[in-house]
């Protein structure tokens, strides 16, 4: 009998992975330099369905050592989910492209 590895399969997105831990999304690897923390600040309702309003995007540093304060490298607000994604994958490639 042949025994399965179970392993967490993330979301992915333009092939970076999205992990959410409730309101907070982070996009792109930790293993990488940089990552993308979206926090969703506000919600509204469209059609019975509760959806992102306001979302705050940071560009950060991902090195444990660094101080949480100067792990932001670039910070922004963005209407909804789908524009706030947009600016994230922009800067995270550019970031990882340096």
């Known amino acids: 009998m042949s025994e399965k590895k179970e392993t967490q399969q993330f979301p992915m ?3 970076k992975p999205l992990v959410r831990c409730g309101d907070v999304i982070y996009y792109g690897s930790m293993k990488d330099k940089y990552v993308i923390k979206m926090e969703i600040k506000s919600k509204k309702t469209v ?6 309003d306001k979302v705050t995007v940071q560009l950060m540093y991902t090195d444990p ?13 963005k209407e909804g989910l789908y524009l706030a994604m947009d600016i994230a994958d922009a800067w995270l490639t550019r970031a990882l492209a340096e």
């Open 47 to 52: 059609q019975d369905m509760e959806v992102a």
């Open 13 to 15: 997105y333009k092939g």
């Open 65 to 77: 050592n660094i101080r949480s304060r100067k792990q932001i490298v670039k910070s922004s607000e």
